[in-house]
């Protein structure tokens, strides 16, 4: 076996971290899967667009640069929450 990136290997870690969780074995197969899809989308969303400061040099180009970014995370984190949310 290959040994992994550091980024697949943070979205690895945060899967097997819900997976192995005892308090979500009462939730039903379908409910802890979710559960393990969001853990690992809020890592991918981690490390594809990492959160960041609003940049100090208000220019057009950057501010536009960080807007989209956080549209993107935004659009991540709220797959990962309707799955955590998924009933």
């Known amino acids: 076996m290959t040994d992994l990136s550091p980024a697949a290997q ?6 097997f971290s819900v997976y192995d969780c005892e308090a979500l074995y009462s939730l039903t ?3 802890h899967a979710s559960m393990i899809a969001a853990a690992a989308l809020c890592a991918v969303a981690d490390q594809v667009v990492p959160e960041t400061k609003e940049p100090r ?6 501010l ?12 991540i984190l ?10």
């Open 78 to 87: 709220a797959i990962a929450t309707e799955l955590r949310n998924h009933q």
């Open 29 to 31: 197969e379908e409910q």
């Open 64 to 75: 536009g640069n960080w807007n989209a970014r956080g549209d993107v995370r935004r659009e």
């Open 57 to 62: 040099n208000r220019l057009e180009y950057e």
């Open 10 to 15: 943070s979205v690895m870690d945060a899967a």
